[in-house]
């Protein structure tokens, strides 16, 4: 999956262009999990080309005086992360010192780069777009991201130059990626399973052009370990901006089956780490957490427990997920990490048969049925499992539109209770019948 930035100072229009961009997608999505998070990251699909697109702006959090500083190292992470970088630039307002800095970043890099100018809304801004040209990067695109002018055009070349995705699954081993903040123990922990050299099987080129795919054999079971932990940058960056952990993520989570996601007890379940389960999550990945450093925790009886349901408290609505806590540093469960990886790997490619589907869910159904919705009553007849990747399933009804989303989450709820597909987003489609 390519990835493409948006990159530009505060106020261009870069939250209005990403909305506009993954709106259907979104919509699809959200609908399902009820869930709304992390409003910067979403799938995009223009003539029939898939990509992920990143709103940097979205993770400014900077004061004014640091606020130019993080902007140029959002740009230096895009440029080395991104497979396109749209540059935003504001028609209504001019070149700003600021864009001058971006372009300079910019002007230095291989990679396509698009110079979007924004609020190109009338004839008259079409002429002020001109003086854009002088920000040395070549041609520039002039659109409205509010009304949607010049978006179409913009989004023809973009997919034009992103590689073709075509992924080639080398082999069907599970693809766990350790995902996570910056001195979780994500390292520490492939270093161990690493253990000793014999336990790699092969390497083997990576998906993509900086992760590397290395295959296990390790505690009895074979898997390839999707690694961007162990690429290092090369330029000095600030690990602890979350965009940064984030552009880390989002490749290994999109090549993944299962992702591990490991945090430091010390620091808890922080809204970091919560991004990056969302991610996950929305990528429809199979989930295991664990909760590192276990040693550095005082213990009473409860501990666990208590931290557990903390955890959980911030995973609502979908807090079927295995949490494991573990202390590489002591070695402490490291097998129990990955047989879990592994049973979640099961539960994502779990396929249940129609006839025992309809024969468990139907009888609950009738007992509780879809809440009428303005006088309508809406009959559910059968239920399958669709041939995806991961768990989708179809509830064929007379009037799929009546049914509210609290429904298919008992629907969900019913299908997590009867079958065991804990650490795996599901999804729950009504269709016409
Ligand atoms: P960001 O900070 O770069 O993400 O900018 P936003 O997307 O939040 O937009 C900043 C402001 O510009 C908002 O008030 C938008 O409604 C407005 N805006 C965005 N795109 C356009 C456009 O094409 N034309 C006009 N006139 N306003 C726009
Ligand atoms: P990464 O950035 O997520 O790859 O994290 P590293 O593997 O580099 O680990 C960050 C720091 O945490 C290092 O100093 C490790 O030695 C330490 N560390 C890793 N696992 C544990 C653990 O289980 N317990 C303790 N106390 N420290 C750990």
Redesign the pocket.
Known sequence: MSIVAIVGRPNVGKSTLFNRMIQRREAITDSVSGVTRDRHYGRSDWNGKEFSLIDTGGYVVGSDDIFEEEIDQQVELAIDEADAILFMVNAEEGITPMDEDVATLLRKVTKPVFLVVNKVDNNQREQDAYEFYNLGLGEYYSISSMNGSGTGDLLDEVVKILPDTEEEKVDDLPRFAVV??????????I?ALIGEERYIVTDIAGTTRDSIDTKYNRFGFEFNLVDT?GIRRKKKVREDLEFYSVMRSVRAIEHADVCIL?L?ATRGFDGQVQNIFWLAERNRKGIVVLV?????VDKETNTAKEYEAMIRKEMEPFTDVPIVF?????KQRIHKAIETAVAVYKNRSKKIKTSQLNEVLLPLIENYPPPSLKGKFVKIKFITQLPTPQPQFAFFCNLPQYVRDSYKRYLENQLRKHFDFNGVPISVYMRKK
């Not at 590192?292 to 550095?296: I, T, Y």
């Not at 573990?326 to 002591?330: A, F, H, L, P, Y």
């Open positions: 996570g903040r910056p001195n979780a123990g994500k390292s520490s922990f270093n932990a490991m430091d590192n450093k276990w040693d550095l573990i202390s590489v540093m002591n």
